[in-house]
């Protein structure tokens, strides 16, 4: 008879559903609707196979993390749960190099002391003791990168960008956490277009989502808008543009909304750039980080202009 | 069989929740409810409705739709709301290319919850 194992501990599973077997054991999983239509039950598979079914209208970034309705789960064998997100472990990581990508944006390279398990567009928890903490996007590739890469931008009295700026330095060791979220690329679909939309350094998870998906052979439109108050605070200007003449179906477009706007840049509200270019998104995939208001206003508007609430990935920050 | 199953069940689903969420979210009669509520929880809810309208598979009660919506009738949630949705309803339904009969089936099936819904 199939197993549910969670925290240390095993049940005997039978017939019932996980999430009933393990509610049955006392421990609380919040659920509505109990069909998997919900997905207010949502828990994590450490280990076992998954029923196909149990993962039925979750998002693909959801399946890759192997991410489950327990309420419509029967195992046909032993199966370790989670609680979603219930907890990202903590490590130590090195400094190795710190450098100014823009005025108000740091890069910062980390190396983890074990094996870090990430995909590009994920972010990580950045501890400067233990009450003060933040979390940051990750700008690197696992398969292109060996170090850690965050963008931190200076917020004006900031306590962790402001000692992240001002007192660390190569060698140094910091506290992070395993990386969470799911705004990140799966492939599969190597002939959809995407879309990108970000300010600041919501730049930071796209950078690593683009290259994810442009050396995983992606086919389809990488299309990039990046926006920023004014031109000095565009970054990662080169790199991006390198990137564009490797890839041909790769487009970059950074957006100025106030001051000069220089010749190779778009002027105008990122948003509004990145629409009016692309009206029509039916079948599109889309990812939007940044100022929450961009983001929410983004999702809403991608959405209406065809784009899946499936295919919708956002980080506001 | 039910209409949900004819029309392709739960992989049938997702472009249906699109259809009518995009419907629901930029009509000005009711799109204030949806204000300020995470979209990606709101859409989950929109298909679990659809599923449960299609005679699909749902374990929703009267009661649970009378808690679910009680903080909305505060807000002043109403018949004429109600007729809306009913409305996209039927038209997501009809621009799904579903069959006459079998969006009276699902209008008849939502229909039945309108005074649960506005706990009446």
């Excluded at chain 1, 090195?94 to 910062?108: E, P, Q, W, Y």
Aim: overall charge negative.
């Amino acid at each position: 008879m199939p197993k549910v194992i969670y925290s240390g501990q095993s049940f005997e599973c039978g017939e019932q559903s996980v999430l009933d077997c393990l509610t049955s054991q006392g421990v609380q999983i919040p659920s509505s609707c109990h069909s998997g239509l919900c997905h207010t039950c949502m828990v994590q598979a450490v280990s076992g196979e998954i029923p196909k079914k149990a993962q039925s209208g979750l998002k693909d970034t959801l399946v890759a993390q192997n991410c489950f309705l327990p309420c419509v789960c029967y195992p046909e064998g032993d199966i370790e749960v989670t609680l979603y997100d219930g907890g990202l472990d903590r490590l130590e990581a090195t400094v190795t190099d710190l450098r100014n990508l823009s005025a108000d944006i740091l890069g910062i390279r980390l190396k983890p002391s074990r094996a870090f398990d990430y995909r590009a567009g994920q972010f990580i928890n950045v501890f400067k003791d233990e009450n003060t903490v933040r979390s940051y996007s990750l700008a690197s590739v696992p398969s292109l990168d060996e170090e850690l890469f965050l963008n931190v931008r200076k917020v004006p009295n900031g306590v962790v960008s402001g000692w992240i700026f001002d007192h660390l330095k190569a060698g140094d060791t910091v506290t992070i956490s395993e990386a969470g979220g799911e705004c990140f690329y799966v492939p599969g679909k190597p002939e959809q277009n995407i879309l990108l939309i970000g300010t600041g350094s919501g730049l930071a998870p796209l950078y690593g989502i683009i290259r994810d998906a442009l050396h995983s052979g992606h086919k389809g439109k990488v299309s990039l808008y990046h926006g920023c108050n004014t031109a000095p605070e565009l970054y990662l200007v080169d790199e991006l543009r390198k990137l564009a003449q490797t890839y041909l179906n790769f487009s970059y477009t950074p957006c100025i909304s106030q001051g000069e706007v220089p010749q190779d840049c778009v002027s105008g509200m990122v948003l509004d750039v990145a629409l009016a270019a692309n009206p029509a998104l039916s079948g599109w995939r889309a990812f939007l980080c940044g100022h929450p208001e961009m983001v929410k206003s983004a999702k809403q508007k991608t959405f209406f202009a065809g784009v899946s609430m499936s295919e919708i990935f956002a980080d506001p920050f | 069989m039910s209409v949900y199953e004819e029309i392709g069940g739960e992989a049938a689903m997702a472009a249906a929740v699109d259809v009518f969420y995009r419907k629901v979210l930029q009509d000005d009669r009711i799109k204030h409810f949806f204000e300020g509520v995470d979209m990606d929880k709101q859409a989950a809810k929109q298909k679990a409705f659809l599923t449960m309208a299609l005679g699909g598979p749902h374990n929703y009660t009267g009661e649970d739709m009378r808690k679910g919506h009680a903080h909305l009738v505060a807000k002043g949630l109403n018949d004429s709301h109600f007729d809306a949705v009913m409305e996209h309803l039927g038209a997501t339904l009809t621009e799904l290319k579903v069959p006459a009969h079998l969006i009276a089936q699902a209008a008849a099936i939502a229909e039945s919850t309108r005074n649960d819904v506005l706990g009446k």
